[in-house]
């Protein structure tokens, strides 16, 4: 079962917003960056997407590999 981040991040004391959860996504993020602090944001990516840059492990994200 895959951990929930945005309880394990409100159990710390961090407030935390899932773009899934929420009926309007510009409103929520609106919300999570009008928070003083820091604010987890959940933004589910499907397996099909490929979020670029992708950064290979022990890289640095000047290191990006091309698409």
Known sequence: ???????????????????DD?????????E???VPGPCLIRVPVTMQHH??????AGKANTE???A
């Open 1 to 19: 079962r895959p951990t929930d981040l945005c309880a394990l991040s409100q159990a710390f004391g961090v407030p935390a917003i899932d773009l």
């Open 22 to 30: 929420a009926e309007d996504a510009h409103a929520a993020l609106k």
């Open 32 to 34: 999570a960056c009008e």
């Open 51 to 56: 979020v670029m840059p992708m950064v290979a």
């Open 64 to 66: 990006a590999m091309d």
